[in-house]
């Protein structure tokens, strides 16, 4: 079965019948790279969200003038941006489990009537096609999938043993989070576990804080990292290194009273930051794993932080079926972010989807993400939505995202930073040129006078900044606010996810996002 893997609009066309309107060129790309396009009014996008009853905000209704040549034909802004709403919006809906698969959905990016109505829909069963849309394509896109039972989302949240200085454990608001994963130990070439300095101390402070709170919060060991995954390979290899290696990561459970082992192999037989790497890493981590569930048993956390993609197999693609692995584990953290890094022509560093269809990757995102990993059998009930507390200060005069992929040699790629973020409190008020190249936290943002926080919770740029880019200054900052924050969350919760965690608690802004995180998944 083939399914939608994307949905993009970049083009549109005008009719002057009956009266004058723009007609938007919906290009739907399947699985197969098959490219199938369908024309449709604004009107007939308005219809379909009555229909469906959904909650997504559309691009704003406004009164076009029309005289002879009407001025919506015109006003490019406009148009650009209503395309962008409304492709973002199908995205939205192909992404959602509850929505996907309606037949309303399926008809309206699929069938070629100009003048198609979702309210005139013909009644269909199971063997029973309209005919307005063959019968090949309907089986092509999306299939119902089975009821799932009623996910109650979590709020986690990693904690990395260098933040003790500014995120003392005993100060921590344990409410705030139902999963604090601690990063990071890292398995050393006999496959036991390496530490950093202090940071045993650090976890057990972690650990009785957070029982001492009476919160209930869950503390994992993460073990590994983006500089710390060097060794995994050799750790699982064969029966002998991999039983030794489980039995040490049981044994961390044990003595520091956790909850759980969280594995952050970046990345099974990929080379991630130069490691050693075999064509049986996955096989072998699936053989960890079933190690780790039964010495542990059937309550404690098993996750790994994982790419957009489910884990490379033996002939180097992403497993096409890890519904082996799901069945052993609580969740997988899905590390959104670090999709573009700084540069001269930056992109998103944690997009939600590809959403002008510009992405040079474009199923790198929440929705692509989402779509290969339930795909491949991973249950949407123990997905987590990685949502990045950080974002790249590019040097740039541009005023919008390119989509390139462009990462920054210099910096972590999948959003771990090495160690504690710079001290900028000399640098003037809203001047970032210290930071071109590098990654900036929320809260620092908020300290340097970039951002300023409003009544209300959200922020705006300050000091010269727009949107947080200023062409004087040559200064671009791709991050995520309170809203884009919210629309990831929703989009979580909306999909039947597990819910959400942070990269990372440190670079908030006390906790102004972790509070929008929490409120957007119906939590107080």
């Given at each position: ?6 949905i ?19 290009k ?11 024309l ?6 308005s219809?379909?969200?009555a ?10 209704k406004?009164v076009?003038a ?6 919506s ?5 406009l148009?650009a941006?209503r395309?962008k ?8 809906l192909?992404a959602?489990?509850e ?5 309303a ?7 070629s ?5 979702v ?7 199971n ?5 307005m849309?063959?019968?090949?394509l309907?089986?092509?896109v999306?299939?119902p999938?089975e009821?799932?039972n009623?996910?109650?989302?979590i709020a ?8 003790v200085?500014?995120?003392?454990p005993?100060k921590l608001?344990?409410?705030k989070?139902d ?6 130990a890292m398995?050393?070439?006999s496959?036991?576990?390496?530490w950093?300095?202090d940071?045993k ?16 919060t869950?503390i ?6 983006w500089?710390?995954s060097?060794?995994f390979?050799n750790?699982v290899?064969?029966a002998?290194?991999r039983?030794?290696?489980s039995?040490?990561l049981?044994?961390?459970v044990?003595?520091f009273g ?5 594995i952050?192999w ?19 981590f699936?053989?960890l794993?079933?190690l780790?569930r039964?010495?542990?048993g059937?309550?404690k956390?098993i996750?790994?932080?994982v790419?957009?993609t489910?884990w490379?197999?033996a002939?180097?693609?992403p497993?096409?079926?890890?519904s ?9 953290n899905i ?5 573009c ?7 998103p560093n944690?997009?939600l ?9 474009p ?17 949407a ?9 950080y ?6 005069t541009?005023?919008?995202?390119s989509?390139?992929l462009?990462?920054n040699?210099s ?7 090495r ?9 003037p ?5 210290t930071?071109?190249?590098q ?5 620092q943002?908020?300290k340097?006078g970039?951002?300023?926080?409003k009544e209300d ?6 000091n010269g900044?727009?949107?947080l880019f200023?062409?004087?200054?040559q ?12 629309d ?15 990269w990372?608690l440190?670079q908030d802004?006390g906790?102004?996002l972790?509070?929008v995180i ?7």
């Amino acid at each position: 079965m083939t399914t939608i893997q994307h949905i993009y609009i970049t083009e549109h066309t005008t009719s002057s019948s009956p009266n004058p309107h723009i007609l938007y060129v919906v290009k739907v790309v399947l699985e197969n790279g098959q490219l199938h396009e369908v024309l449709r009014r604004y009107s007939q996008f308005s219809t379909l969200q009555a229909y469906l009853g959904d909650s997504f905000n559309l691009p704003p209704k406004r009164v076009f003038a029309t005289a002879v040549v009407p001025s919506s034909w015109v006003d490019d802004g406009l148009i650009a941006e209503r395309k962008k709403g409304l492709s973002r919006y199908l995205n939205y809906l192909n992404a959602t489990p509850e929505f996907q698969s309606n037949i309303a959905f399926v008809q309206f990016v699929t069938s070629s009537s100009p003048s198609f109505d979702v309210n005139n829909l013909p009644t269909c069963t199971n063997d029973s096609v309209p005919t307005m849309v063959s019968r090949n394509l309907v089986t092509m896109v999306h299939q119902p999938e089975e009821p799932r039972n009623k996910v109650v989302p979590i709020a986690a949240a990693y904690y990395p043993a260098w933040s003790v200085a500014s995120c003392a454990p005993n100060k921590l608001d344990f409410g705030k989070f139902d999963v604090i994963f601690f990063a990071f130990a890292m398995p050393d070439a006999s496959s036991n576990l390496s530490w950093e300095p202090d940071s045993k101390e650090t976890l057990k402070k972690l650990v009785s804080s957070a029982r001492q709170s009476g919160k209930g919060t869950k503390i994992v060991l993460s073990v590994g990292g983006w500089a710390g995954s060097h060794w995994f390979s050799n750790s699982v290899k064969n029966a002998v290194s991999r039983t030794k290696f489980s039995d040490v990561l049981v044994g961390a459970v044990k003595t520091f009273g956790l909850d759980g082992i969280d594995i952050d192999w970046e990345y099974p037989n990929s080379t991630g930051a130069g490691n050693p790497h075999s064509p049986a890493d996955a096989a072998n981590f699936l053989a960890l794993i079933k190690l780790l569930r039964a010495s542990l048993g059937p309550s404690k956390i098993i996750s790994a932080a994982v790419a957009h993609t489910p884990w490379l197999g033996a002939n180097g693609k992403p497993l096409t079926n890890v519904s082996e692995y799901a069945a052993l584990m609580t969740y997988v953290n899905i590390m959104n972010y670090d999709v573009c890094g700084a540069s001269s022509k930056p992109g998103p560093n944690a997009p939600l989807g590809d959403l002008c269809g510009t992405s040079k990757q474009p199923q790198a995102s929440a929705y692509g993400a989402f779509t290969q990993w339930t795909k491949a059998g991973f249950p949407a009930h123990k997905l987590l939505l990685g949502l990045a507390l950080y974002g790249y200060v590019s040097k740039s005069t541009a005023k919008k995202l390119s989509g390139a992929l462009i990462p920054n040699p210099s910096l972590d790629p999948t959003g771990h930073p090495r160690g504690p973020l710079k001290d900028l409190s000399t640098a003037p008020a809203g001047d970032l040129s210290t930071m071109w190249g590098q990654q900036i936290a929320f809260g620092q943002l908020v300290k340097m006078g970039v951002l300023k926080r409003k009544e209300d919770g959200h922020y705006d740029a300050a000091n010269g900044l727009q949107f947080l880019f200023n062409v004087v200054r040559q200064t671009v900052v791709t991050y995520d606010d309170t809203w884009s924050i919210a629309d990831k969350v929703k989009f979580a919760k909306k999909s039947g996810m597990a819910g959400c965690f942070t990269w990372s608690l440190d670079q908030d802004d006390g906790l102004a996002l972790q509070n929008v995180i929490r409120l957007n998944l119906g939590k107080n």
